[in-house]
């Protein structure tokens, strides 16, 4: 079992940058990859950006390419997902999730779910 928290979500204008956190349960985090997903309000969950295990192998969306940074710090047991030049399209729910079996797009490869944390995006 792999508990996972958000923190970092907000108000942010278009152009701003955040940075979400995912804090995972120990001894177990470091053996799943991570991914971001998010949601807006009326449409489907989408994939975001996943990093393996290890740290050393990283997917993105293209919406998110050369704009958001997935990284992890295993010794914290934490995932990060840098946000910068956001825009109001990326007004969304931000959820991380862990998988046993790697990382990638699929949302059904991921078990393990947080709550979410809010990302709004002002014109």
């Known amino acids: 079992q792999v508990q996972l928290v958000e923190s970092g979500g907000g108000l942010v204008q278009t152009g701003g940058s955040l940075r979400l956190s995912c804090a995972g349960s120990?001894?177990?985090?470091?053996?799943?990859?991570v991914g971001w997903f998010r949601q807006a309000p009326g449409k489907e969950r989408e994939f975001v950006a996943s990093?393996?295990?290890?740290?050393?192998?990283?997917d993105y969306a293209e919406s998110a390419k050369d704009r958001f940074t997935i990284s992890r710090d295993n010794a914290q047991n934490t995932a990060y997902l840098q946000m910068n030049s956001l825009k109001p399209a990326d007004t969304a729910g931000y959820y991380c999730?862990?998988?046993?079996?790697?990382?990638?797009?699929?949302?059904?490869?991921?078990?393990?779910w947080g709550q979410g944390t809010q990302v709004t995006v002002s014109s």
């Open positions: 999730a862990a998988s046993n079996y790697g990382r990638g797009y699929r949302a059904q490869n991921y078990a393990y």
């Open positions: 120990r001894r177990t985090f470091s053996n799943v990859a």
């Open positions: 990093i393996s295990a290890s740290g050393n192998m990283i």
